[in-house]
Nanobody, 130 residues
């Protein structure tokens, strides 16, 4: 049974930083792309960042490029999202996602609302105070 468990959300001041973690279990993810998506109240879920597990290639939404960094730890089967210079428009529930037989770039251009994702985590809330 595949599980994606997010952690690391919380309240941070604008301009601050947070690191989200996604612990993945239940199978080998070497053939997967792993991503982060977010959904703010009243808005559609949107792509944030993705990483191809096999080669570490990454892809970012324009809105977070240069501020957020996605990475993975193969030994821990964990994906991270380092979020710096957080802005008032960044608050949302952040979801970890996994899709097999794809790349980070392909994950980033999938169509909403489901984005072709095989597995979703339950999300972690990020709040930014101004």
């Amino acid at each position: 049974q595949v599980q994606l468990v997010e952690s690391g959300g919380g309240l941070v001041q604008a301009g601050g930083s947070l690191r989200l973690s996604c612990a993945a279990s239940g199978r080998t993810f070497s053939s997967y792309a792993m991503g982060w998506f977010r959904q703010a109240p009243g808005k559609e879920r949107e792509f944030v960042a993705a990483i191809t597990w096999s080669d570490g290639s990454t892809y970012y939404a324009d809105s977070v490029k240069g501020r957020f960094t996605i990475s993975r730890d193969n030994a821990k089967n964990t994906v991270y999202l380092q979020m710096n210079s957080l802005k008032p428009e960044d608050p949302a529930v952040y979801y970890c996602a996994a899709r097999q037989w794809t790349t980070a770039q392909a994950m980033g251009v999938m169509d909403p609302p489901h984005y072709g994702i095989n597995y979703w985590g339950k999300g972690t809330l990020v709040t930014v105070s101004s």
